[in-house]
């Protein structure tokens, strides 16, 4: 009689199933499951055509091919039956906003408001891709950002902390489902771990200097939401955290991450993490930055191969301890194990997403259209009016596709996009007449004489819709620019369109806020978009005719230039008051104020209502406001709570978001929206350690336009303040770190 492995037995524990594996293996075994390589057809390193760079023993791959699952498969084959412990490879990939249906960027998310949206998106890319063969998404990202400069704040959930604890916190769980070794679920992972969004000048991979206050008020919460809603897997950042990079950073990747929050899961390096330690000047070469790596909490080697090449020596002189690796091997056989990969090594055999699964095309629809935020409406121009009858549509976006799309597509195709062109022609009344002319090319000029073609046409027409933006490979990683107007001739388009003296509507197609000097001014109404997915150009249409009504509000703050950057809405106080220090040559304050964002109907707020005008530690105060929709369309309104506390111990922000609900209205209808704040929870502050800090004073309460104060009492005149760790709550929004 055989008898079976304990590491292969699903009845055993999973501590025991570890145990039994990792005392059966060899040194090279184990280095080797530290291993990440990038294989498919996007890549060199292709074990088709590489066979001497794999190993049936390496831990884990990256998908990056055009048709990954009949590779995946073989190299799994390969895994099972050609290594001596037949242990399976995980396989990852970047699926950031959807896998083949793709949705808006991560960005526009968050402009709408709706965890329900966020999670919903992120479960139907888990489908998709586990039918794939992808085991692992390296998402969601949780840096937080507040410089459109740099390219990644396409990847992020906006500049507030607690708007990316709750979006975070609803994408692991759409990633990761029910239950991670279901044939539909995927391991999320929280990047970049910590401080990557705050990259001097935004430039992609600068270092980053954040005082510990500020780290620990603003970048690490997002990851502590992410580890209770049980994130399995954490990427290190590539950036130089206060002077040690965030790859062997021990402080962070082990005393925060795994000592003070207990994260149990896996840490992997971002793409050549380990080698760039070298070029950061923090290891002298190779083989110290491998064991720099590995010592301070970094589990698996993303692509650069150095633990493969350095730790059997590391390990032969001491410099790095068995027991380290040990370790490292061990999670990275957990997450293996949780994920089912033993028992179910291969792809999923599920529906095949060579083509769209109609209910992700219409999410894709649904969440493009509640993302989109208008800027400005002008005298109602939008919706368009029936009595419109001809319709320019002009600009370089207006027939786009892979633009759509926007950066990290996953395995969305250009041929699926709907444009926003054909968009206005299945949308538009019967009757209405749609022309269309470029202007000018995406990045070029209009050497071609386009731009005469879009202006005459502008003269014939009753309005323009104008179609402008970023191609798709200007934001994402290493994307920054750094003045943020639009590209190539389409300044120039839009001041000659304009000229034709015909209502002008802008749609902008982009991964960040751009610059919209000489544009916004000349439109009599701004749609902003941004990337916004597979079925974007129609839910376009059906906003401009208003047969959706816009709810989106910016979770960003739109710069009136990129001279402005850094402007938040989370500033504290200057020196001399709001009178004092501007620019003498630019208006200080942004273009569009975050939380901006129209709609067709119009919402009015009641007062805030409080159940009571003090409120100790360790009670709640329920605050309320009633919104009704006053307007003849129905509409949705996200509401925004935001607190200040005037006076403390330091000097707090002007304005912190810590609570929303997005609430839907018929015409006339009223809806009472309530705010539970609990003191160590929503009014607390970390301290330079991470501490939670309680003062005793009045506090400002904000929402839409209205607002309250009301004190907090503590038990003692005496004590000014109250510290330690608060109460879980279930929610995501203050974490104790």
């Known amino acids: 009689m055989t008898t079976i492995p304990d590491y292969k037995n699903s009845a055993q524990t999973e501590d025991r199933r570890v145990a039994d594996l990792l005392a059966r293996m060899t040194l090279s075994e184990k280095i080797d499951q530290l291993h990440q390589c990038a294989v498919g057809d996007a890549n060199p390193n292709n074990i088709q055509e590489r066979p001497d760079q794999f190993r049936a023993t390496y831990g884990s791959y990256i998908l990056n091919g055009a048709e990954d699952r009949p590779l995946r498969d073989e190299l799994q084959r390969r895994c099972l039956e050609e290594s001596r412990l037949g242990i399976p490879a995980i396989f990852g990939a970047d699926v950031i906003h959807g896998y083949r249906t793709i949705f808006p960027i991560p960005l526009a998310q968050a402009c709408g408001w709706n965890p329900e949206l966020v999670r919903t998106v992120a479960r139907a890319a888990a489908v998709e891709a586990r039918a794939a063969g992808v085991d692992w998404t390296f998402a969601p990202m949780l840096d937080q950002c507040v410089d459109p400069r740099w390219g990644r704040i396409a990847e992020t959930f906006g500049e507030a902390p607690h708007a990316a604890c709750v979006f975070g916190a609803a994408a692991v769980e759409g990633y990761q489902g029910q239950c991670l070794d279901a044939e539909d ?36 919460p997002p990851f502590a939401a992410g580890v209770r809603a049980g994130a399995l897997t954490v990427m290190s950042a590539f950036n130089d955290l206060n002077g040690i990079p965030a790859t062997a950073n021990a402080s962070i990747l082990t005393r925060i991450l795994r000592e003070r929050w207990g994260f149990s899961g896996l840490v992997v390096s971002d793409w050549n993490a380990v080698l760039q330690l070298c070029g950061q000047g923090f290891a002298a070469d190779e083989a110290e930055a491998a064991g720099k790596a590995l010592l301070a909490g970094v589990d698996l080697d993303m692509a650069d191969g150095l633990y493969r090449r350095h730790l059997t020596g590391a390990i032969a002189d001491g410099r790095v ?3 380290a690796l040990d370790l490292a091997v061990s999670r990275v056989l957990r997450v293996k194990f949780r994920l089912g990969l033993f028992e179910r090594p291969f792809a999923g055999r599920g529906r095949s997403v060579t083509a769209f699964l109609p209910e992700h095309r219409a999410r894709s629809l649904e969440s493009a259209a509640e993302t989109a935020v208008l800027l400005n409406n002008r005298e109602g121009i939008l919706p368009i009016a029936p009595s419109v009858r001809r319709i320019a549509v002009v600009g370089p976006l207006a027939d786009g596709r892979a633009e759509l799309l926007g950066s990290w597509a996953a395995q969305g195709r250009a041929e699926d996009v709907t444009t926003i062109l054909e968009g206005i022609r299945s949308v538009a009344p019967n009757g209405t007449e749609i022309k269309f002319a470029r202007g000018c090319s995406l990045g070029g000029s209009d050497d071609d004489g386009s731009v005469g073609e879009a202006v005459a046409l502008a003269r014939t027409s009753d309005l323009m819709v104008l179609c402008l933006g970023e191609a798709a490979t200007m934001s994402g990683e290493n994307a920054s620019r750094a003045l943020l107007r639009l590209p190539g001739a389409q300044m120039g388009l839009a001041t000659k369109v304009a000229s034709a003296g015909k209502p002008v509507v802008v749609l902008l197609v982009s991964g960040r806020p751009v610059d919209l000097e000489g544009i916004e001014e000349r439109a009599v109404a701004v749609l902003a ?3 916004p997915g597979t079925a974007g150009g129609l839910a376009a249409a059906e906003l401009l005719f208003g047969k959706r009504n816009p709810s989106g509000r910016l979770a960003v703050t739109w710069p009136r230039s990129p001279a402005q950057i850094p402007t938040y809405h989370h500033m504290r106080p200057r020196a001399r008051g709001l009178g004092e220090g501007r ?5 200080t304050a942004p273009l569009f104020p975050f939380g901006h964002g129209l709609s067709y109907t119009e919402f009015e707020y009641g007062p805030i209502e409080l159940d009571r005008a003090e409120v100790g530690a360790d009670e709640i105060l329920s605050a309320s406001v009633t919104v009704t929709n006053r307007g003849r369309r129905a509409g949705a309104e996200a509401v925004l709570w935001f607190i200040h506390d005037p006076a403390a111990s330091i000097t707090r922000p002007l304005c912190e978001l810590k609570h929303f609900e997005k609430v839907r209205l ?10 539970a704040i609990e ?9 330079a350690n991470g501490n939670p800090v ?14 309250a104060r009301f004190r907090v009492r503590l038990r003692s005149s005496a004590a000014p ?17």
């Open 721 to 737: 303040d109250v510290r330690g760790a608060a109460p879980g709550s279930g929610r995501a929004d203050f974490i104790p770190l």
């Open 694 to 707: 309680l003062e005793a004073g009045d506090i400002l309460l904000s929402a839409g336009p209205r607002q």
């Open 185 to 220: 679920s995927v391991a999320a992972c929280l990047k970049h771990f910590v401080g990557y969004g705050a990259s001097e000048g935004g430039r992609d991979y600068s270092a980053t200097d954040i005082s510990p206050q500020r780290l620990w008020e603003l970048h690490l």
């Open 679 to 687: 003191p160590r929870r929503d009014l607390s502050f970390p301290d």
């Open 583 to 587: 620019y003498q040559d630019l208006d």
């Open 321 to 323: 301890p068995r027991e």
């Open 529 to 531: 978009l941004w990337q």
């Open 666 to 675: 018929g015409p006339g209808e009223t809806s009472r929206v309530q705010f």
